[in-house]
């Protein structure tokens, strides 16, 4: 029984991606190629449609109606929008095909929703949202997925609206301190729009390539800070690089998932993938109700041990499982590892936690699962298994 495809004949059946052509280096599997075009932001009743919604009316209403919502941009993105744009060093490590799905050299499916700032800015949009499906290769846990929804925001001023005035310089601390204030001021107030004013937040300092300063906001849920968005203001080369010298301004990206688990209550964000009318019923357009488990079925753990390949990259291993276990898989850990004082060799074991959103697993289909997996491990990254 092989249900299975082998690596060559994936390869083939999956020659392109939304009508585009894979590279001989794409890096896209089929798991995650079926992603592409769900569009969950889309899906009627779909709690993270729900929350889309809910953000866009906070802005409308706060905001005066002058941000523009987008939510229909392709996922394909070229590495000019999704890393030079936005000022990502060459040697960045979220360049690396270990981080990011390459459909060829230079265009991946986009790994923040940031790949459209310089495009939308360009065509003269000063206050805009924009929301989109992003992909990552990523570890894997109940609030990691590698497909999942952000949403952009992006506010301009022109010298005019900032304290420094028309002949000022938008660079002053006095115009910088003034959009920080502004952009965590808009950001508090959406919060409190979503979770109602008793939840509590707090700043962190964080760093991006595309804004200084950068932070990040978190939340506090079920006895841990949550974070869910980063920020900043944006760097004055990328607005000069777009014609745009004489404004200055801000930018936020928060994960939609992370807030409708908060929001709902949804334990895992795999469920947001789940196709069992189960979970869809649910919820309806528009309507906060808190998530009823339905799957209560039994993880199942396996272990695997190998002696680590030269550039072994735990997201690569985590790709592997992905691939042959679609969202069958909860969890993978690091449990134990140890170097061979002689050789130097390193050896890894990992804990794989199995376990179905719809039903309970059967120890065959879970041994074939595990079996594949290490198939793949010998074959596709060269791990020597023990
Ligand atoms: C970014 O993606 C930046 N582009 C955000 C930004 C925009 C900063 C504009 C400054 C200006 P980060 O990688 O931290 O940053 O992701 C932003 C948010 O996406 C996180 O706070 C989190 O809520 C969510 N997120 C990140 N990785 C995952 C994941 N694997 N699964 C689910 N949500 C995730
Ligand atoms: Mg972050």
Redesign the pocket.
């Known amino acids: 029984m092989r249900r299975f495809a082998s690596a060559a004949t994936r390869r083939i059946a999956l020659d392109n991606v939304a009508g585009m052509a894979l590279g001989k280096n794409s890096n896209i599997t089929s798991s995650i190629a079926e992603k592409v075009g769900r569009n969950l932001h889309h899906v009627p009743k779909h709690p993270l449609r729900t929350i889309k919604g809910i953000i866009e009316g906070h802005f409308e209403v706060a905001h005066g109606g002058k941000f523009r919502a987008f939510d229909n941009l392709s996922p394909i993105v070229s590495t000019q929008q999704c890393f030079d744009d ?1 000022l990502t060093p060459k040697d960045h490590v979220s360049r690396l095909p270990t981080d990011t799905y390459y459909i060829d050299d230079d265009h991946v499916l986009r ?4 790949a459209h ?1 310089t495009e939308l800015m360009r065509a003269g949009e000063r206050h805009f949202l924009c929301t989109g499906d ?1 992909y ?1 290769r ?2 894997i846990d109940a ?4 497909v ?1 929804h ?1 949403m ?3 506010k301009l001023f022109t010298a005019e609206e900032l304290p420094c005035g028309v002949d000022g310089d938008v660079t002053s601390p006095e115009c910088i301190g003034f959009i920080r204030n502004d952009l965590q001021e808009t950001l508090g107030g959406m919060v409190k729009t979503i979770f109602g004013d008793n939840i509590e937040m707090r700043w962190v300092d ?1 760093f ?1 390539p ?2 200084e300063p ?1 932070i ?2 978190e939340i506090f849920f079920k006895g841990d800070w ?7 203001v ?1 760097r004055r080369e990328i607005l000069s690089n777009c014609d745009l010298s004489a404004s200055h301004g ?6 939609l ?3 409708a688990m908060v929001l709902f209550g949804i334990p895992d ?1 795999r469920l947001f993938w789940s196709e069992d009318s189960r979970f869809i019923d649910q919820f309806e357009d528009g309507q906060i109700t808190i998530f009823q488990p339905f799957s209560k079925y039994p993880p199942c753990f396996k272990d695997v041990s190998f002696w680590l390949p030269q550039d072994f990259h735990e997201n690569d291993l985590c790709s592997v499982v992905r691939d042959v276990t679609g969202d069958i898989v909860e969890d993978v850990s690091l449990i134990d590892e140890f170097t061979q004082p002689k050789s130097g060799r390193t050896s890894h074991c990992y804990r794989i936690t199995y376990r179905h959103m719809e039903r309970t697993l059967t120890d065959a289909e879970v041994d074939e699962m595990q079996y594949h997996v290490r198939e793949r491990l010998a074959a596709d990254m060269g791990c020597e298994l023990r």
Do not use: K
Request: proline letters at 2%.
């Open positions: 936005l790994t923040h929703t940031s700032q992003v990552r990523d570890e609030s990691h997925y590698p999942f952000q952009e925001g992006v964080a991006f595309f804004t950068s990040e906001l949550l974070e869910v968005l980063g920020c900043g944006i801000w930018a936020f990206g928060l994960g998932e992370r807030l964000i």
